[in-house]
C-alpha cells in the first residue's frame, strides 16, 4: 500500500474512531443510566472490588511531549494516555500512539504522586510501549510501587466480566466494567481492514479482545483486568460501542523483549497471506496473495497463488481474515536466520520449499530534523525501497521541508519525497552520514555555505545548490513614530448630533481619555465633542468616519502642539494639546526567550496595561508565548500570563527576568515557582525544568 | 451635405482617439523603460503562529514574493506592509472570528531581487501600520556595480493631486512562473478618497508597486492605507474593501526621514559592537 492510501486510511481510521466512539459513549451512558441492573448490585460491588485493589494502585496517568515531524521541523504536541505498572522496579507498559515518540514523559501515579519516566522501548507493530519511572526523583524512593500481574488472555471467555482501568480524557484513574464481547476482533471490513501507525499495519499481528466496558481516548495504553486482577489485555482502540485491547499473552512477549533489548525481534520471508477464496477448493492452508521481490520467500521459489499449509512443521490455516494475525504471529515468532520449511500446494501437488529468515524491518525510519537544511528526513528501510522502487536503502529521504530554509529556497527547491544521494561529491548513505557530511561543511563557518546536491526525484537524478548554515535571524523593524492623540473617540452621527442639541454638527465624541497622557494634561473630558484640530474640520458624521479624528493627529508632527476646538456641554472650548509620540507597540518593546522554560516574554505596552487593566503600581513581565508541551507549559503557564515574581524575585522588567532565570541556571533548583496574574486571578505555578 | 459633415467629424474624433491613446502607450511605454530597475522582486520568509483560548497551532514558515518599489540609489525600497505582515493581512481581512485570536508573526530572510537576477540580501527598517507602508534597506551598503542594477524612483517628483478618471500607469513584475518580467497596466482613478485619509482608488492595482500618471511622475504606491472596520457583524458587507488603493507619494516621502534613522542607528549598533568584539 503507497503512503498516500495509507494516510488516507488513517484518517479513515480517526474519523470512524471518533464517530464511533462518540456513539459508543451516548449508548453505554444510556445504558448505565436506566438499563443496568447491576449498577447498585452489591454482588456486583464484591464480584469487581478484589481485581479493582490489585490493579487500581498500578495504574498511571501519563502525560507525554512528543516529536512529530512537520514542515521541515519536529513539531511537539503533548498527550496523555494511560498505563500500568509491571514490575516493583518501576516498569510501566502502555500503548506505542501514547509514548512512543515521547521526548518527554511524566507519570501521575493512583496517588496524585508525580512521576518522570524513561520510555525504553516501542514497537509500532503491536502498538506497545515500554517506560521506566525514573524513580530518584520520587519525593520517598523507597517507597514500593503497586504492581499489576499478567493474566492468561487465551482463558477469556466471551461474556467474562471486565474491567477498563485508566484515565479517559486525562482525568484521574477511572474504572468501567463491562464483558467480553469478542475474543477475536479485527479491524472490520468498512476500515478496509487496517490500522497502521508509522506505516506499521497493527492489525497484520493483533487480534483484539472485544469488549463493552467504557472507553475513551486517555484510556489508550490502560489494562483491560478479569475478575482475578490480572492484566488480560491492553486497551488500545474504539470501534463503536466496543473498545479493543491488545491481549496480554501478545503485550507480555513484546513487553519482555522491550525491557530486555529494547525492541522486539521479528523474523520475515517475504510472503503476504490472505484468507483462502471462496472458489478455493482447498480446505486448509492459506493463500499466498504475493512475495516480496528478492525476499527468501521468493528465493526458495514461492509464488503467489500457492497455497502454504505447513510453516515449520505447523499446519497453517486461513480461511477468515481472523485467522491472519495468528499466522503472521507465528512467522514473526520464527528465530532469525533459521532455515523453515514451508509446505505449500500449487496445482494440487504440495511442495516444500526452504527459506532462511530475515529480520523484519521497520516500515518506516525514524524522522529527524536537519536545521542547517531547514527539512525532516528519514532513513530509508527496505520496505520503503521496495515500495518506492528502489534497488537500495541508500540516501535519505526527505520528509518535509521548512519554508524558509536553504533547502526551500535553493533555486532548484528540495522537495519531500527527494531522496538525497550526495553532497559536494561525497555519498550520502543514510541519516547520520548526511549530518556528519553536514557538520564538515558547515563548522566554523559564520555564513551559509552553498553545498552542490544530487537527488533523486521520481526516475530523475537531479543537482541543485542549497544554503546550509545557521537559521539567519529574524527581522524585527521599528514602528513609523507618530503622534496620538491619547483618547479614544466615537464618532458624531447626525442622529447622536440631533439628540445631543448639536444638529448639523460633525466630530467625534471623546469616549476615554487616558490618564496621565497629553489629552488628560491638555483637560480634555470624557463627553467632549471634537470638531476640528487646528482649524481643519472633523469631518466624521458616519460609522465608516471612526479613523478620521485619528488619521488627522497621526499626520502631525511629534513634539509639535494640536489646538483642539471643542465643545463641552453645548459650549465652545479651545484646548492645545502637546503631540507625544505613541506609546511602544508589542514589536517595540523588549523581549527575550528563555530555552530551558521554553517561554517568549516581553515588556508591557501602554496597550496591555489598559487592555488588561493591569496597575501601573504593578510590575511584571508578560508571557507572549509558552511552548507547547515545554516545561514552563507542563508546569501550567500560559501564552497572556503577568509573571510578577519567581521563586519570590520580583521580574518588573525583561533584563531584570534574564537575570533572575541566569540565577536559577546557576543554582539549577529541582522546581521553581513563578507567581502570575492572570486575568483577575492570581496564581503561583511549580516549574520543574530539564536543565540543558 | 449635412450626413457627410457628421461623418467627417465622426472620423476626426476617432483618429483623435486613437492617436491620443497611441501617445498615452507610448508615454507609459516610456516610463516603463525609465523605471523598470526601480521595480524589484521582494523575497521573505513569513514566520507566523496563531495562538488562542486552548489553541497553539505550530508555527508556520512560508516563502513570499511580492513587488517593492526602490526610492533611493542607496537602495531603500518601500512595499505595501500587508505583503510581508500576515498579523496585518489576518486583522484585517477578517471579521469577529479572528478576533480573539494573537497571531505572531516575523519576517525574515528578505531578499531584493534585482531586474537581472541579482539577489541583495535586505532588512526591513521600518513598519507603519495605519498607512500599510514597509520600508526596506539592503544589509550591507550596495556596491557601485550593483547601484547601476537599480532605479531610484523619485518622490519628489511627484503628481498631487489626481481625480477621478484620470489615466493612470501601473508598472509591477510577474512572478516567478513568468520570470519575473515588467510588466505595465493601464488604468484610472475611479474615485478620490479623503477621509480618513486622501488616497486614490485605481482601476487596477498590484500592492507594493508605483503608479504614475501620463506623464510618468509618480502618484503613488498601491496600499491598503484603508482598513476594513469589520463593520457590524449583523451587516452582510455585499462589496470587500478595495485593494487598489494608491497612497500618494508625499505620504511615503515623510517616512523616508524616519526609516534612514533607522538605518544609520543600526550601522551605528554595528559600528559599537564591533568596537567592542575588537576590544
Redesign the interface.
Known sequence: MNRRSSLRLKRTNRFFVAVLLGASLVYCGALSAADSPAADDATGRVQIEPAIQKVYPALVRIYVVSEKPSGGRMQRRRAAGSGAIISSDGYIVTNHHVAGHAVRITCTLADGEEVEADLIGTDPLSDLAVLKLKLDTRKTPERPLAVAAWGDSSKLKVGDVVLAMGSPMAVSQSVTRGIVSNVRMIMPKAMKGSFRLDGEDVGRIVRWIGHDAVIFGGNSGGPLVNLAGEIVGINEIGLGSLGGAIPSNLAKDVVDQLIRQGHVTRSWIGIEFQPRLKSDKNERGALVSGVVEDSPAEKAGIRAGDVVVRYRGQPVDAELPEHLPLLNQLVFATPVGETVEVAYLRDGEEHVARATTESLQRALGDPRELKSWGIAVRDITRMMALERHRKDTRGVLVHSVRGGGGAATAKLPIRPEDVILQIDGKPVEDIAALERITAELIEGKENRVPVLVQIERGTKQLMTVVKIGEEENRNRPASASKPWSSIDVQVLTSDLADLLGMSGRRGVRVTDVFKGQAADKAGVEVGDIIVAVNGKKVKASQPGDQKVFNAMVRRLRVGGKAMLKIVRNGKPLELEMALEAAPAGERDVKSMKDADFEFAARELTYADRLKRRIPDDLQGVLLQKVENGGWASLGGLRGGDFVIYIDGKPTPTVAELKSVLEDIRKEKPRRVVFFVRRGIHTLFCEIEPDYR | MFKTMLSACLCVCLTAGTLLAQDEVAAARKTLQTYEKGIITL?A???F?V?GVGI?V?S????TECVATIIDPGGLAVTALTNLNPQVKIRRGSGGAMRNL?L?S?????KYRLADGTEVPA?????????D???LAPLEPLDEQTQEKIAAIPLDDAVSPAEALDPTVLIARANDDLNYVPTIRLGRIVATI????TCYLNSLGTLGAPVFDREGKLLGIVCRCV?S?GGSTNVLRLQATPKHLILPAADVAR?VP?AKE?IAKDAEDERTSDEDEDN
Do not use: G, I, N, Y
Open positions: 523575497s520568509v513569513l514566520k503562529e495562538r497553539s505550530p508556520q514558515e512560508r516563502k494573537e505572531d516575523q519576517v525574515q530572510e528578505v532588512r526591513v527598517v521600518l513598519e507603519d501600520e495605519d498607512l507602508l514597509a520600508f479623503s477621509q480618513p485619509r482598513k472596520e517616512l524616519q533607522e
